[in-house]
């Protein structure tokens, strides 16, 4: 494998311009508007013929880094993002899944891209590591676990990007409509792909509302038709049955928490043990419990599986919702439930997640289909899914003012 | 001295509500498009009653560290930055000319600014450290020395935004003209402010069709004439006089290299030892050595200080031109001059400098005046004195999508 | 008097450079983003050396023409905005009230401004008429009367820009809240400054849960509490008191009309008979009786003056009060008074007026202090009060495309 | 046909939610980005609860009637841009061509297009202007001859976009380069498509230095070598051959004209004598006589041909070339031929012309295949080919500022 170098960046436009080559084969991916993601701007100068313009500029040399839950899609998006802006890059993928991504760039070859715009490093994250420290990437970008992304903050001063945890919240408001979707959609938040999407409901707030309108029992009853026969549940990839199970416990030793559903292996399967099997699973937390100090750790702790912690709040207890979604450490994606303006405006006033659904339709999941999807709040924080994700992550701000003269006479020159 | 606390950003419109208050008293700041700053952008969505909206949101918990170079601007332009956004801002200024920020305070509190919006912390760096590891803010700003940069980016993971060394380069192009005017700005952009400007010219390329017409006589007659008494050199708050000469001397011991002018300390004053007093002073290395490793890093070593090295090149040598500015560490800003459109469009198309001055006029220092200023090729890099540069510090992307229904029919809903 | 003259369009920047005379002694107009408005953006090009960028550049020789309502603030935010875009300006005001444009002229060069600049034509409207025909400025703005509107338009072949007509409508939605609030607005939208703005609320449709909960009385009482003597009324300077008072009979004429309050002329006064003088006038007009062909015209005839149709409405009856929204011929201000989401999106979604306020705290009346003020669905439809109308009609989009080579090989240059 | 009717706009996210059952069968006019076109912006309000946002709105109803020569792009890219902002839309093409917008459509429809929205009149421009009449359009796009344009100007009161006449005009600076390649660009601008694009050169201003460089002789070359038998000139739609020779003979006999190349007729071929068939001719014209106002007029009359005519001028001649430009009544696309950066600031500083090429690769030609194209300098102006084209003609601008409360105390409610 050839070590990515300390190449010079190109030129926008050239950079572009061989990209190009690809794209004209590579359709599905870009549109007619790649080079308008490398849009700058131009702003009048203080004298004749002075002008400055803002540009986004590309790092050069790059590094991705991205994980097992999304093979296609994660590395696609990002990679031709780096590509776009004008970037040389080095990709790695977590290597259980990594086949997909070498096919990926087998299809860009085939469809002219110059092979020479992207290296691949096969192999355990440790080799990565090893890279990254040599090579010295200009930028990484890291989607994965909180552990990998705060180890490799330090071990780069910071030239990251990273998308990691998310413990994601949804707040039912204090309205209620449209109960049959709203349960759904919960649903579906919480367990679909196993709750392996970054973006899986891990923690519900339901107002006592809901509670009363039968929320719990209609979630339980979606909950418990999933089976691995149709692959509505599945096995966890990063979590092993025990360690799930041995969590569910812990929250439930929490006075006041109960099971609602779920909290037992998935039987009759050949799932192997490093793997996860388990049903989908709620444990329900009474709020003043939960953002008791020796709690808080527990029930926020991100499991990357079918499984989610439930808790009911009052009207008088909404200052306390807000502070739990507010001492929450990282802050990906949010949901407020409601159509009343008023409460969600509140609450988004209060918050700072980085993708936010409100309305009665709100989810946790959905992006990056059709919305940026990122945390906010971090100024390490990636974006991916949309142009301005594309542009935050794999460009930077280049400010090039151009004096081409008249210059004034030399009687005004003073030395100072 | 109250510590900072984690508390919830408030609403972007609440926040810079609050902020009026101060504005209207204290016009010189802003005028009218502080709100904006914030301004958001919104998509239609995918089906009725969906729309996305992009939002450039307040930290909330932030932290400013700013140098001892300019006592004001740079805290002014960064804190007000952190208040127009709507964060909450703790405030650190180079405890030698903290009182300046102390009087900016008071004045903005005479003028009606909140006094809970902003914290001071007078004392020495160490305590700052000690606070910021204890308040883990959510970013921090930070400018001045590389190896507290470094330091600090360590320390908080990469939450950092951060403008540091600068060792600032500028290349006389092969078109000669205008030369009173060219030698005139070199001048000024080495010595202006005794050289103690981030943006302040550390290496010279000139072109050997500059060097022909005279040009490296010019400044030095321009040098000469710098003196104490009219404050065109004055004292060195980093670097003492003998730390500046030890470079000299080391650059001097470089095969070829000769002393065009300065070297030596300067006489008849009262500057106390702990800061530097030297001429100004040019040392000319040949190309080839400079760019040979043993002497690399000592050739581009910054002295924040009246010192400049100048080298000269043919037409052969634009490859090594460029490739030194490649190999330099930091690239803060940078000046191209000429009006040749060919050469200025390969030297941009081959560099990532963040503020470039292109063009017979271009100069390294004139930022923040009116333009961006900042580092490129660093996704740590910070910006000052625009719009653009508030957006990128102070605030993060915050995306939200409202989906205020109507919801799909009960039977087009399935588990997956 | 100089009559205008079909001079190039200077540089922006030239232009702009010279205006920044005038902004360093007048504040108050601009602040430091003058040069911002002429932002332009640039896009990577097809090739090496190519780049296009997309500029608002100013058209050279154009007029404004304003009214006697707005005789600061209408001229000084046009005028400002025409100059800060790089135009030279022939200023035409309402005769009656034109010697206050003589002293913002006399303000402005007292300040610094160039005296050529801008060019005042005092005088009747006629002899202004004959200038523009005679001048050809490459764009007009007006503001003022429909009927002087489109003879404009006709004249120029549609070389203008138009702020005219102002039929202005208010919804109130089901959901009745904050009844003081509301009915103080409706009082403030219909009779401030004795119903002389563009914006002022012409027709009131009221959901019969308000008028259920009190809102014609509340807004009775508000009216009858104006009085000549603390200028709550005053004179009405384009309709006199027999137009308005006729135009009130013929309203009650249709079946069902009443009159709510007012109807009868001031008393007490010395205003001459060339002004009108009338109590604030409010005429309830049932709304299938408005909706008929015969009606509609006189229900939505503009009286510039205290007086408004108020009319009522169920929620079966919303797709008739959209369908009159979307018959009246001219689209300016609106307000929509509901928290309701769902209807807020539903009125916005099937109407097309200009400025619309919506939420519980929605007016007509407002802009431009600041938001944009302007009809939309008119492709003449001028703006005033935001960096966008400035931009709208003091500027056109110019496309620059740079291409500087290198230029392709001979051998691949054929005919077609 | 059915006539077009006065539709409510639909919501902008239900339009193109509509738009998108098309777009995904029809890629190649779209790509990803279309909702993006209808990105709008926020801005924090000035109290809690209230909020700006600056809308791209539909005008509902619109007619596009667009001419000859490009009987597939230009309906195709207008009439796309109409739909994908919301519009309903009325097409109707130069009725020689119709059937391709017929096929257009029908592919539309077989893809998925709703078919209700656009209808299409076959037939005479005639009856395009009866229904014009009758149904009022909100705004109308055409895309044809002056004389037409300036009757719908005038008929509609101005609610128009127009494309019309386009003399176009390239200006070769005094840097002479790359002589082949300018020549083959001067041939292909003048004569590709027998000159019957809208941007194709009219006129060609050409430095002495370039005449003795010998491009005279190298674009003669050229235009002799085209020939009916390979269409490198082919028949004319809109000028008889007659009526091209009568030009031609005015033209020579102003003082010192002379005939370049052609001025004759095609032999050897059946084109009808409606249409004209000459080869490609170049006049020359002195600079000094071709500005007198006798032959002004004439000079700068749109042949749409394969005709320009020549001129040369010297240093001291630029202010009578840049007058010339500046006084042609119209201002479409334009050409500055030079890489010498000061002239080319010159140039753009002092004319309006709205799709400008300049550097050595300058053309009048090119756009809209990846630039806007459009004239500038008329408030009128149309634009084609890139966002902001559809942005400007299909869509208009509608402020709308959500104000959802809470309401300030009654206490502070004052009438005025």
Redesign the interface.
């Given at each position: 494998m050839r070590l990515i170098q300390?190449v010079?960046?190109?030129?926008?436009?050239?950079a572009?311009?061989e990209v190009?080559v690809t794209r004209k084969f590579f359709?599905?991916f870009?549109?007619?508007?790649v080079?308008?993601l490398?849009?700058?701007?131009?702003?009048?100068?203080?004298?004749?013929?002075?002008?400055?313009?803002?540009?986004r500029?590309p790092?050069?040399p790059v590094a991705l880094i991205t994980p097992f839950n999304f093979p296609l899609e994660i590395p696609a998006l990002q990679l031709m993002g780096a590509l776009y802006m004008g970037n040389k890059a080095l990709l790695h993928v977590d290597q259980r899944v990594s086949v997909v991504a070498e096919q990926l760039l087998r299809l860009l070859h085939h469809c002219g891209a110059p092979p020479t715009d992207v290296d691949l490093l096969h192999g355990p994250g440790t080799t990565m590591a090893d890279v990254i420290k040599a090579a010295e990437p200009?930028?990484t970008l890291f989607t994965g676990s909180q552990r990998v992304a705060?180890w490799l903050?330090?071990e780069?001063?910071?030239?990251?990007?990273l998308e990691d945890a998310g413990f994601d919240w949804k707040i039912l408001g204090p309205d209620v409509r449209?109960l049959?979707?709203v349960a759904?959609q919960c649903?579906?938040d919480a367990y679909?792909?196993s709750g392996q999407k970054c973006s899986a409901q891990s923690i519900l707030f339901a107002h006592s509302n809901w509670v009363t309108a039968g929320l719990l029992d209609r979630i339980t009853d979606?909950a418990t038709?999933?089976k691995l026969a149709n692959l509505?549940v599945g096995p966890v990839l990063s979590w092993t049955t025990k360690s799930i199970l041995d969590h569910t416990k812990r929250l439930l030793q929490i006075p006041g928490a109960k099971l609602l559903f779920g909290g037992k292996p998935l039987s009759g399967h050949s799932i192997p043990e490093v793997y996860g099997a388990v049903e989908p699973t709620a444990v329900f937390v009474p709020l003043e419990q939960a953002l008791l100090p020796e709690h808080f750790g527990v029930v926020t702790t991100e499991v990357f599986g079918p499984f989610q912690v439930v808790t009911e709040w009052q009207d008088s207890q909404l200052p306390q919702v807000?502070?739990a979604c507010?001492?929450m450490s990282h802050h990906l994606t949010a949901a407020v439930v409601s159509?009343d303006?008023?409460f969600v405006?509140h609450v988004?006033?209060?918050?700072?997640?980085?993708?936010?659904?409100?309305?009665?339709?709100?989810?946790t999941t959905?992006?990056p289909q059709?919305?940026?999807?990122?945390p906010?709040?971090?100024?390490?924080?990636a974006?991916i899914g949309?142009?301005?994700a594309i542009r935050?992550v794999w460009s930077?701000?280049?400010?090039?003012?151009?004096?081409?003269?008249?210059?004034?006479p030399?009687a005004s020159?003073v030395?100072?």
């Open positions: 300390r010079a960046p190109k030129s926008i436009a050239q572009l311009g190009r359709e599905n870009s549109g007619d508007q080079r308008f490398a849009r700058g701007f131009t702003n009048p100068g203080d004298h004749l013929g002075q002008m400055s313009s803002g540009n500029w790092y050069g200009r930028s705060e903050a330090v780069t001063h910071g030239k990251v990007f449209d049959d979707y759904w649903d579906q679909a792909c979606l038709r999933r509505t807000l502070d507010e001492r159509n303006i008023n405006q988004l006033g209060n918050t700072v997640n980085g993708t936010t659904y409100v309305g009665i339709r709100a989810r959905g992006a059709n919305h940026w999807f990122g906010a709040g971090d100024p390490r924080g974006g949309t142009p301005e935050l930077c701000h280049r400010e090039i003012i151009t004096d081409f003269g008249p210059v004034p030399a020159l030395q100072s």
